[in-house]
Each structure stands twice: as C-alpha cells, then as structure tokens.
C-alpha cells in the first residue's frame, strides 16, 4: 500500500510565495513521473507541472516562470515552489506519482492540499 501526503497549502496574499510538498510512503521499488494538479471551486481538475525521472519539466502556461517543480528521489518526495501567486491560483492542490511495485506502474494520488490567494 502507498500513501502520498500533500502539506503546504495555506492563505496567502496576492504577491507572495508558498511551498508545497507531497512525501509517499509504503511499498515502492521507484518513482517515474511526478506531477501537481489543481482544481479550483466549479472548476475541473487541471495539470499544472509535471517532472519525469530524469528531471525532464513541463508547466502549464498559466504557471510557466513562477511555479518551479522539483524532487527529492531519496525522500520519494515532491515540491511546487509558488512564486508570484494570484487569486486565480486559489485551489485545492493535488499531488500525484507513477510509483513501480515490482514490475508494475500504479498511479497515486495524494488527498490534496488547499491554497488561498487573497487580500
């Protein structure tokens, strides 16, 4: 069984930055792809950044030059760095991995963390 845990999330005014981590745990021979989603209230799900085992980015063009995606192989770890945030990135942020279970490719998702950009 595997568990990913978002933590991070908050309020925070237009302007300002937050971090935003996800740690999975539980059974995992390795990680492939990394990746953040959000989904904002009456809105559907979208990706937001994506990072594959070779360190390989993408971002969504709303996010493109203040979202940094990175991760830490040796923790199982994820992080979005939120630079420059505006109120249209208010949402539920969620996390999720291509994790290898001896020989097989298992998508997980975390329960998501919120994020609220306000004055």
């Known amino acids: 069984q595997v568990q990913l845990v978002e933590s991070g999330g908050g309020l925070v005014q237009p302007g300002g930055s937050l971090r935003l981590s996800c740690a999975a745990s539980?059974?995992?021979?390795?990680?492939?792809?990394m990746a953040w989603y959000r989904q904002a209230p009456g809105k559907e799900r979208e990706l937001v950044a994506t990072?594959?085992?070779?360190?390989?980015?993408n971002y969504a063009d709303s996010v493109k030059g203040r979202f940094t995606i990175s991760r830490e192989n040796a923790k199982n770890t994820v992080y979005l760095q939120m630079n420059s945030l505006k109120p249209e990135d208010t949402a539920v942020y969620y996390c999720?991995?291509?994790?290898?279970?001896?020989?097989?490719?298992?998508?997980?998702w975390g329960k998501g963390t919120l994020v609220t950009v306000s004055s």
């Open positions: 990072i594959s085992s070779s360190g390989r980015t």
């Open positions: 539980g059974s995992i021979s390795s990680i492939n792809d």
């Open positions: 999720k991995m291509t994790i290898v279970q001896a020989i097989l490719n298992k998508e997980y």
